[in-house]
């Protein structure tokens, strides 16, 4: 990591690689690291040599290579983005942290359980640390959320409904690829269950989904799911093939207390800097209509992201989110995939 030489010198910064020109790393990640002021854009690596020299000159990185293993031997790179398909998220964070890298690999971490443990015996071997993507987790909204819930403002969280949607139609998007973690539970159902991780802060007993698919690709596109918690619920649907074929995706999120209720319009993954709003409704609200609205500007929750992840390797005490949350969601995905196979209720150990 870079050090100031002086007094009045630069503050210090980490010194970010990039594996692959993916489009969620040349639109979105790497255009957030030049808003990041703990973040340096030092290198990009992709598997042909002039994707990543023509990314590089025009998303402004020093340095180009032509394999992801190139990038990865650089001592001077403190910390790799992985925005990889799904399948290959598992190899290259692994490879990653063995090069003595930091790693922020994008979501779905893996596409199962056993593979988290895989990665956390590498984090804790090496000492690297490693996070999930999920930009959301990064907006202001959803520390405000967990404020609200640990102050008991809607009383003891009883139930959590909520949707995501969009229409991922192109046969050559590999999330239409069921081989390589596509379709609606994996890309889209991951974001709901990390949001019940925050909101429930445990994992569910039991579950129960129905599911759609697609004749073409053979991946979900419609998957709807009730989670039981014993003493509370949660239910959502996601969709690739429903709802906006625009930038944006349709979301909400409805969370139930004992004495109130908070509504979020625009919860999720924000392609684009969006202004939202946080509405919250008291035991004496009525209907729908809240008793108090937190509004939000617009913010880049991807610059939010990397730099909150900066500054956590600069050894500054900020919220991390370890990957063993990714765990509680990969077991319930599996348990969800079981349950539409079977129709009927699938338990999940503890």
């Not at 210090?12 to 993916?22: I, K, N, Y």
């Not at 949707?163 to 709901?192: C, H």
């Not at 207390?257 to 939202?276: I, M, Q, Y």
Request: aromatic letters at 8%; hydrophobic letters at 40%.
């Amino acid at each position: 990591m870079t050090r100031p030489a002086a007094s009045g010198a630069a503050p210090p910064t980490v010194r970010w690689g990039v594996l692959s020109t993916a489009m969620i790393a040349t639109t979105r990640t790497i255009p957030a690291m030049a808003q990041a002021p703990s973040a340096t854009l030092l290198a990009i690596a992709s598997r042909r040599r002039d994707q990543a020299e023509r990314a590089a000159r025009e998303l402004g990185a020093p340095r180009a290579y032509g394999s992801y293993d190139e990038l990865l031997g650089d001592p001077e790179v403190d910390a790799v983005y992985v925005p990889l398909p799904n399948d290959l998220h598992v190899e290259w964070a692994v490879r990653a942290m063995e090069a003595g890298k930091h790693v922020l690999c994008e979501k779905p971490l893996c596409l199962r359980a056993s593979d988290v443990a895989v990665l956390r015996g590498v984090r804790d071997r090496t000492g690297r640390h490693i996070e999930e993507a999920f930009g959301f987790r990064n907006h202001p909204q959803w520390y405000e959320i967990a404020a609200l819930l640990r102050a008991g403002t809607i009383g003891a969280v009883r139930s959590l409904q909520a949707t995501l949607a969009k229409q991922f139609l192109d046969p050559d998007d590999i999330r239409n690829d069921p081989a390589r973690g596509g379709g609606a539970l994996y890309d889209l159902g991951s974001y709901v269950l990390a949001a019940c991780n925050a909101v429930f802060g445990r994992g569910a007993r039991r579950v129960t989904a129905s599911m759609d698919h697609d004749p073409d690709f053979r991946i979900d596109r419609l998957t709807t799911a009730m989670l039981d918690y014993g003493d509370a619920h949660a239910t959502f649907t996601v969709a690739t093939q429903s709802g906006p074929d625009s930038w944006a995706t349709h979301q909400q999120l409805t969370v139930l207390g004992s004495t109130g209720w908070l509504r979020c319009d625009f919860p999720f993954a924000h392609a684009r800097p969006t202004a939202c709003r946080l509405e919250i409704g008291d035991a004496g609200s009525v209907g729908c209509l809240p008793t108090r609205t937190i509004g939000y500007e617009p913010v880049d929750q991807y610059a939010l992201q990397i730099e909150r992840f900066s500054r956590r390797l600069l050894g500054e005490a900020v919220p991390a989110w370890p990957i063993e949350d990714a765990a509680v969601t990969l077991t319930t995905i599996e348990a969800l995939f079981r349950s539409a196979r079977a129709g009927r209720w699938e338990d999940i150990p503890d």
